[in-house]
């Protein structure tokens, strides 16, 4: 294979047969036909992979060796066990149930043991292969591994399990599926005779998000973030497999997929309709990024593996910066005569940077120091630790070795004083399952807190050895770090003597013959940089980084042009706007003059002029554009939000922004025409329906996170080994005192269970959230990678959104779990910066200060003023969720008829925040008693005639609210909340 730089092919044929080495089909083979596993599996490595000879001796030895190391990294099984198989076997057969428990929660769930059928699945693998080409078996092993979980399903039960990532891979230890453990058994045999664990990052994180002005640069930064990662993830899975990777999971990452696709062109076409038809279609996932900045696998300990990573994402970053660097030249000195797109297009054709000597003369004067100056940002902390901690590999028979396990706790001793985990691991060394087998792998968990720990500290140190750059001038506008680009483009001219003797004033030089050149209005370029902008070589590459992504996965997606066209902020407080006219299309389709309005708004949107033609361009919520899709109203729901706002803008503003021309008549013409023509389609609204809904001039920005992660993926909140055992392993143990006290004890982390919650993370985001927020709500993800989300939304569907992505996360990733979440409400026009600052200190404080398991809601209003409110996502008993109160509340404020005046609250908070002990924490009883009795009477006295069923409810409710309430203050800023979801025109 073009490019595969990793084990010998051989080796691609030893790692499927480790794969195979348990039959898919095991519970059927072990329950139903009660036939040897292992002479089934033979059988289908033989007809699958069409061998005509039998596994060699050596191969089989390998294999075992594997098996028994991947066995003791996950399953706490001593000799004891034994004794209790045949009655679980009687159970299972006779039940015809195999008993599955959920290694984070403790509790058993029931699954129907799978009656299968494997020949038709290995005919859809085998029918996408060329057999005699010279790398099947390294395709084999890697469709084999990326679609048979999900293809070989069991269809009898009351719903569709995977036997792969479903079902047990040892009925007494329940607690992994048969996937996680081939997967470790495939990547050990690869990784023999030391393997060794191997953990990098990539960052910084916050800082680099933090610096954007547009929507695009916070995609753009999340996204390119996720991208480097997979650098060094790819490294891994192209020379190894995609086996090695622990976490994250490689299931349901679009990056994945697209990189097999790459890795499969022969297969492309048949392949890429699989994909797409598979439960989370990789066109999709790819579009969200999903990766964390961090990522951990198992590797051979001597074959250098940090280095080749890290040196892999600094390459890549460095070929990043060299792209865009070439585009910056390109806009300057061929603008006029060439598009962006014929830019991209050369640009990539030129291929990934060699050597900067190889760029012409001119470019390369500049370039160099803009590079020299971006080249050390990015922090990659890339360590690794043998499983047996020694310094030279030891031969296969020592990883089963009790001396070798001895010295691994005598070294873990020194580093780490006080740790119960290793007396446990300890204690179930000495009750080797195997006779006198003890794998050195039963430690796993320990290695990986050292490595943890080693990885921490390493983080803190300083790993750059670049020299000082010299560079001073104007800096950047986003980041204020590093000199902009025009600076350094100025300087190098001097320096090289290419310039005028004009040319005297550096600043004046950036300006006039960088920037302006830059900012030249020309229907071929979209606006990349704006009146005020100067931007260095870090933020000017990650600005656009989404152009160069579009064409890099263009081809597969086929054009889908998704990443250049992210929504702005004016677009996502349109989406409520847009989503009122949808509800009432069979209205508007009825009225002729209403009809006939939407008609002249779309027709004179769509002959912008020229200029205007990339400006005007949006890219809205999925789930609008779905169901606008077949109805007269598509082209309406295509126009960018702040063009239906009816409101004039200013136009002098509107030329620095948009790099317009003020001298042109043409279109301003057009944008007071456009203004016109939404005020028409107002006023024949309100005649028609009545008050017409607002495109809001505010919009939230959600950031969510799960509680106390660090410590579910540490192995610190793992459940007992009691929990985590088949019943009737339990029951045999509680008969004996030392025993019963082994299943008490916390069990440790395992790469199974790494696996499995990476998995669940991987699932909740590419297929829970990103439903949510693109078929539920009308939402914007921006990031989406294990339990962190980032989304941008309506004010009114900010909190129902952040609910429901909770709850799927408890259900489906966590049980004991829980997320708390930040989020802001902003003016369209206020700097994004601040609201990411402020969403991310709001997210924080729901954390710290409220306990988390908790949300905190800050509104910054335009005039400067801070709304603060939080509480718990439930209160009282037997729990109210908080959305529900807020909900009930905000359709009170809405009806037309018999609705709550929202001044009702304005009042009330009036008369309450003069009470003793508005702000603080703690309320007293009598502060809360006086605070009810002033609800009851203002609710009362708002209410149109007498106070309803309903309106009991609201109050009710509100009363709840109030007695869990932290303090006066975060109630009323709660009723202003709800108030401003309602009605954010009275609040400006």
């Known amino acids: 294979m073009p490019g595969m730089t990793g084990p010998d092919p051989s080796r691609w044929r030893l790692k499927l047969k480790a794969f195979l080495h348990d039959p898919p089909h095991k519970l059927t083979v072990s329950f139903l036909q009660k036939r040897p596993h292992d002479e089934v599996a033979r059988q289908v490595i033989e007809i699958f992979m069409g061998f005509s000879e039998a596994p060699s001796d050596e191969e089989e030895r390998q294999v075992r060796l594997a098996d028994w190391l991947a066995a003791a990294m996950t399953r706490l099984l001593i000799k004891d066990v034994q004794i209790a198989e045949d009655a679980i076997l009687e159970d299972i057969h006779r039940t015809g149930h195999v008993p599955i428990r959920d290694p984070?929660?403790?509790?058993?769930?029931?699954?129907?043991?799978?009656?299968?059928?494997?020949?038709?699945?290995?005919?859809?693998?085998?029918?996408?292969?060329?057999?005699?080409?010279?790398?099947?078996?390294?395709?084999?092993?890697?469709?084999?591994?990326?679609?048979?979980?999900?293809?070989?399903a069991d269809d009898v039960g009351p719903e569709r399990r995977s036997v792969m990532l479903d079902f047990p891979a040892d009925t007494r230890a329940p607690n992994h599926s048969l996937f996680e453990h081939l997967t470790q058994v495939s990547a050990l045999v690869a990784c023999l005779p030391a393997p060794a664990l191997l953990l990098a990052s990539v960052g910084p994180v916050q800082s680099f998000l933090s610096t954007a002005r547009k929507t695009a640069d916070l995609l753009a930064g999340s996204y390119l973030l996720s991208y480097l990662t997979w650098q060094g993830i790819e490294a891994i899975a192209q020379d190894l497999g995609p086996d090695h990777v622990i976490f994250p999971s490689l299931f349901h990452l679009g990056l994945f997929d697209w990189w097999l696709l790459r890795q499969l062109r022969d297969v492309n076409q048949p392949l890429n309709e699989i994909l797409r038809k598979r439960p989370y279609p990789w066109d999709r996932l790819v579009r969200v990024a999903n990766i964390?900045?961090?990522?951990?696998?198992?590797?051979?300990?001597?074959?250098?593996?940090?280095?080749?990573?890290?040196?892999?994402?600094?390459?890549?970053?460095?070929?990043?910066?060299?792209?865009?660097?070439?585009?910056?030249?390109?806009?300057?000195s061929r603008r006029t005569t060439e598009s962006m797109d014929e830019a991209l297009q050369n640009i990539i054709r030129e291929g990934e940077l060699q050597d900067w000597s190889s760029a012409e003369p001119s470019f390369r004067a500049w370039a160099q120091k803009a590079w020299a100056d971006a080249r050390s940002y990015f922090r990659v902390v890339v360590l690794q630790l043998p499983l047996h901690l020694r310094d030279s590999a030891p031969a296969d028979e020592a990883l089963m070795n009790s001396q070798t396990l001895d010295h691994l706790f005598e070294t873990y001793r020194a580093w780490v004083s006080d740790d119960p985990t290793l007396e446990l691991i300890r204690w179930i060394a000495e009750r080797p399952r195997y006779r006198s087998h003890v794998p050195v792998t039963l430690a796993y968990g320990l290695v990986h807190g050292l490595l943890e720990r080693f990885h921490a500290a390493t983080k803190t140190q300083a790993l750059e050895t670049w020299p000082k750059l010299d560079l001073t001038g104007?800096?950047?506008?986003?980041?204020?770090?590093?000199?902009?680009?025009?600076?350094?483009?100025?300087?190098?001219?001097?320096?090289?003597?290419?310039?005028?003797?004009?040319?005297?004033?550096?600043?004046?030089?950036?300006?006039?013959?960088?920037?302006?050149?830059?900012?030249?209005?020309?229907?071929?370029?979209?606006?990349?940089?704006?009146?005020?902008?100067?931007?260095?070589?870090?933020?000017?590459?990650?600005?656009?980084?989404?152009?160069?992504?579009?064409?890099?996965?263009?081809?597969?997606?086929?054009?889908?042009?998704?990443?250049?066209?992210?929504?702005?902020?004016?677009?996502?407080?349109?989406?409520?706007?847009?989503?009122d006219v949808l509800e009432h299309k069979e209205t508007i389709q009825a009225d002729p003059n209403l009809r006939q309005a939407v008609h002249d708004v779309v027709?004179?949107?769509?002959?912008?002029?020229?200029?205007?033609?990339?400006?005007?361009?949006?890219?809205?919520?999925?789930?609008?554009?779905?169901?606008?899709?077949?109805?007269?109203?598509?082209?309406?729901?295509?126009?960018?939000?702040?063009?239906?706002?009816?409101?004039?803008?200013?136009?002098?503003?509107?030329?620095?922004?948009?790099?317009?021309?003020?001298?042109?008549?043409?279109?301003k013409k057009w944008v007071r025409e456009m203004v016109h023509k939404v005020r028409e389609f107002q006023r024949c609204w309100e005649k028609s329906i009545g008050p017409c809904p607002q495109v809001q001039s505010y919009y939230a920005l959600v950031l969510m996170d799960g509680d106390h992660m660090g410590q579910w993926i540490s192995g610190r909140k793992n459940p007992s080994v009691g929990e985590v055992l088949h019943p009737r392993i339990v029951e045999y143990f509680q008969k004996d005192p030392e025993l019963r006290e082994f299943l008490r004890k916390q069990h440790p982390m395992s790469p199974a269970w790494h696996t499995a919650l990476s998995r669940r993370l991987s699932e909740f985001a590419g297929r829970y959230v990103l439903g949510l927020c693109t078929e539920r709500y009308d939402a914007q993800l921006v990031y989406a990678g294990g339990d962190d989300v980032l989304l941008m939304t309506s004010i009114r569907d900010a909190l129902d959104l952040a609910y429901e992505i909770r709850q799927r996360f408890r259900n489906h990733v966590l049980k004991k779990g829980d997320m708390s979440a930040g989020i802001v409400f902003s003016h369209v026009k206020a700097p994004l910066s601040i609201a990411l600052q402020e969403v991310r200190a709001a997210e924080r404080s729901a954390k710290e200060r409220r306990g988390r398991g908790a949300f905190e809601i800050r509104i910054l209003k335009r005039s400067g003023d801070l709304v603060t409110t939080g509480f718990h996502w439930e209160v009282g008993d037997p729990g109210l969720p908080v959305v529900e109160v807020a909900k009930r509340l905000y359709r009170a404020f809405l009806k037309t008829k018999g609705g709550l005046s929202t001044r009702f609250v304005y009042r009330y908070a009036a008369d309450v925040v003069g009470l003793h002990g508005f702000e603080e924490a703690e309320m007293t009883e009598t502060i809360r008693e006086a605070a009810v009795s002033l609800l009851k009477l203002h609710l009362q006295r708002s209410v149109e005639g007498e106070m309803t069923e309903d309106y009991e409810k609201v109050l009710q409710d509100l009363k709840a609210l109030l007695g869990e309430a932290r303090s006066l203050q975060d109630f009323v800023h709660f009723l202003l909340t709800v108030a401003f979801m309602a009605r954010p025109e009275e609040s400006m």
């Open 104 to 152: 984070w929660s403790g509790s058993e769930d029931r699954g129907l043991y799978a009656s299968i059928r494997l020949v038709p699945a290995m005919k859809t693998i085998r029918s996408v292969l060329d057999p005699l080409h010279e790398t099947t078996d390294f395709f084999r092993f890697l469709l084999v591994y990326r679609l048979w979980p999900e293809m070989l």
């Open 292 to 332: 964390p900045n961090r990522f951990l696998a198992l590797v051979p300990w001597t074959d250098g593996w940090p280095h080749r990573v890290r040196d892999r994402i600094l390459r890549r970053w460095e070929n990043l910066v060299f792209q865009a660097l070439r585009l910056a030249d390109w806009a300057v």
């Open 474 to 579: 104007r800096m950047c506008s986003l980041c204020g770090e590093r000199v902009e680009l025009g600076t350094v483009w100025a300087k190098a001219q001097v320096e090289a003597g290419t310039v005028p003797d004009e040319f005297t004033s550096i600043t004046r030089a950036s300006e006039n013959d960088f920037w302006k050149r830059m900012r030249l209005p020309n229907a071929g370029w979209p606006v990349l940089i704006r009146e005020g902008e100067y931007l260095c070589g870090v933020c000017w590459t990650k600005r656009t980084f989404l152009y160069f992504l579009d064409r890099e996965l263009g081809e597969e997606l086929k054009g889908l042009g998704y990443f250049a066209r992210f929504p702005s902020t004016h677009e996502v407080g349109a989406f409520a706007f847009k989503r």
């Open 603 to 667: 027709s004179h949107f769509q002959q912008a002029p020229p200029l205007l033609e990339r400006s005007v361009q949006t890219w809205t919520a999925e789930a609008l554009w779905r169901a606008a899709k077949d109805t007269p109203l598509r082209e309406f729901i295509r126009i960018a939000g702040e063009w239906l706002s009816g409101q004039e803008p200013d136009l002098e503003d509107m030329a620095r922004e948009w790099n317009l021309p003020p001298q042109d008549e043409s279109w």
